[in-house]
């Protein structure tokens, strides 16, 4: 059966002779974004060389192996029917892994249609709490899921305590958090996004509060960030006296209480750095924006141009020169490294939502303060754009093409082990 799936895919039997205008054109797309250079290219000719030299843990090895095989044979296939005539196609399975570049466009488009049928049509500012980097990255690398939830929380409750606070706001504002990990040229670079509503739900629930401030900012960021940097250092104390955080090798060193009191008295002296953005005017643009940054991975391939000479040529915008573009040469192994540092822990959420976006209350509160101020979706009447590719069928270009059936691939170390006892057998004989 394989075989035959094998045959079709490489024939590309897909009833092309009825192919209209439309479909040649997005496969003529198609087709030059395959001949450019992707994450799993990078993959597949590096990884192997990569993991015989340097040590990966098993989440890791997982996420890059997911990477490299993805839509290929290593995977499977699934088969393909048109719902109106019928017509049948097969393709490799994706391997639909959230650190996959290829595998996040649908998921993104989804989660933006639910943030726009369920959000209150308030304006919205988009603000971003960054720790620093050189501190912090040895403690951030052995210990990622405390590290990032102490991150979350702290500048949650930030914002929260400003919002509640009469001087400011005095109401209950909702937000929607995003972690990102790295920076431009996949440096270590720790922050996290909030898209955060300019006004919140009064105590009472009767009234939608505006912000003081305008639109020009949410609240002070210099209050904000000395608030975000006592938080922070204070949860970070409770993870050390409540012995969550793992502190062996160069991190041995703050290991006892003197050597973690002085680490902490050198992290008070750094900022703790929190910028946002003046109110949108149209909020349905704020959250198609941050859907952006909700599926977003270290590196897009849109990115990557070229491997020479065993570096890989990536393109990046460089903030510190008034953001203009730059090219990074990197070497292929450094450039591995630092992806699979980006990889997140097993079942780690990487959106988190708070205030009156989240709890038991969430749905009244989102019910309560759409009939307020309005929702989103009422100004989106009329935009009919798709922001994504509706798989049509090739044969009709009418019908959706649906999955009926896959077949997947054994699990690869199956393989591995078959592999190495007949050639022990082979061997021995």
């Known amino acids: ?158 914002l929260l305590v400003f919002g509640e606070d009469p001087k400011h706001l005095g109401a209950k504002i909702g937000m929607i958090g995003i972690l990102h990990t790295w920076g431009q040229t996949l440096n270590y670079h720790i922050h996290v996004h909030f898209l955060v509503t300019a006004g919140g739900l009064t105590k009472d629930g009767e009234r939608w509060k505006r912000s003081k401030y305008g639109d020009k900012f949410l609240f002070p960021v210099k209050a904000m960030s000395k608030v975000f940097r006592g938080k922070f250092i204070a949860k970070l104390k409770k993870a050390y006296k409540e012995k969550e955080l793992v502190l062996e090798g160069q991190l041995e060193e703050i290991s006892s209480p003197a050597g973690f009191r002085n680490y902490l008295n050198r992290l008070a002296r750094h900022t703790f750095r929190v910028h946002s953005k003046p109110a949108t005017r149209k909020p349905e643009h704020v959250v198609k924006y941050l859907g952006g940054y909700m599926k977003r991975v270290a590196i897009s391939n849109s990115r990557l141009e070229k491997i020479e000479d065993g570096k890989v040529v990536f393109k990046y915008k460089d903030n510190r020169d008034e953001g203009k573009e730059k090219r990074c040469r990197m070497e292929a192994e450094e450039f591995i490294r630092r992806f699979a540092e980006h990889i997140l822990p097993a079942g780690f959420v990487r959106v988190r939502y708070y205030g009156i976006f989240a709890g038991r209350d969430r749905k009244q509160n989102l019910e309560r303060a759409r009939e307020l101020i309005g929702g989103l979706e009422e100004k989106e009447a009329g935009d009919g754009e798709q922001d994504y590719y509706e798989p049509r069928c090739p044969a009709c270009d009418e019908g959706k093409m649906v999955v009926v059936e896959y077949i997947r691939q054994p699990v690869s170390i199956v393989w591995l082990l078959v592999l190495t006892m007949t050639m022990k057998y082979e061997d021995t004989s």
């Open 1 to 158: 059966m394989q075989i035959v799936v094998r045959q079709a895919l490489r024939a590309g039997v897909v009833g092309r002779e009825k192919m209209s205008k439309r479909r040649r054109g997005w496969e003529k797309k198609e087709e030059e974004e395959s001949n450019k250079l992707e994450l799993a290219d990078i993959m597949r000719e590096y990884l192997p060389a990569y993991l015989s030299k340097y040590g990966v843990t098993f989440q890791q090895w997982k996420v890059l192996k997911a990477i490299e095989n993805c839509r290929t044979s290593e995977m499977g296939y699934h088969l393909r029917e048109c719902e109106k005539c019928g017509h049948r196609e097969w393709m490799y399975n994706s391997c639909q892994n959230r650190h996959c570049p290829k595998c996040q466009w649908g998921e993104q488009y989804d989660w933006v249609k639910k943030r726009m049928e369920e959000l209150p049509g308030a304006k919205y500012h988009h603000t971003v709490f960054t720790v620093p980097d050189g501190e912090l990255y040895a403690l951030m690398i052995m210990n990622k899921e405390v590290m990032y939830k102490i991150v979350f929380k702290a500048a949650a409750e930030t």
